[in-house]
């Protein structure tokens, strides 16, 4: 389903479908972070990616919460933004030899993927307010805490020592 299709009449449909489509993006980022952690060389790297790895497990869970506590099918549509996200960084991750570059490409494309979700929870939150669905909200900001937060380490990771390596 395209975002503006007719099945979507209003701001109730457009919540509903694009807790379908984080859905679907939190399930597709449960399979390629531990593919992440296994091409990352720096340990605090591959730590990292395996402790959001557990944080995106609960989201997974919030958001079907979210459904239950909405009234709407837990169900995922697909999200063309993650996939091309997810298969870039793949095709980037192949093609670079160097580790260290390496790792900093993986930052990257973890980022890209943390930008999309910080978008996409932001909006939800904004959403479920609007809808007077607070307690949705509270549940959803929940999660944009955790997404703001580990793009915020990734950065601090990048720039304190992963960046420094990759151009010496």
């Known amino acids: 389903m395209g975002l503006f ?18 859905y679907y993006a939190e399930q597709q980022l449960t399979k390629a972070l531990p593919k992440m952690a296994d091409k990352a060389t720096d340990p605090q ?11 995106t ?13 909405h009234g709407a099918q837990v169900k995922a549509v ?3 933004a ?5 298969e ?5 991750a192949g093609e670079v030899a160097d580790k260290a ?21 932001g909006s939800l939150v904004a959403w479920a307010k609007q809808l007077g669905r607070n307690d949705c909200a509270a ?18 990771l990048a720039e304190s020592k992963v960046n420094l390596r990759a151009a010496g």
């Open 5 to 22: 299709t007719k099945d979507i009449k209003t701001m109730n449909d457009l919540f509903v479908h694009q807790l379908q489509d984080i």
């Open 45 to 55: 790297l591959k730590q990292g990616f395996l402790t959001h790895l557990e944080e």
């Open 57 to 69: 497990k609960q989201h997974v869970k919030r958001l079907e919460e979210v459904f239950k506590m």
């Open 78 to 80: 697909d999200c063309p």
């Open 82 to 86: 993650i996939d091309g996200i997810i």
């Open 88 to 92: 870039e960084a793949d095709e980037t």
């Open 101 to 121: 570059v390496l790792d900093a490409a993986l930052i990257n494309a973890a980022q890209a993927a943390e930008h999309y979700e910080i978008v996409r929870y």
């Open 139 to 156: 549940v959803l900001a929940k999660t944009l805490d955790e997404e703001k937060a580990t793009d915020k380490k990734l950065t601090t």
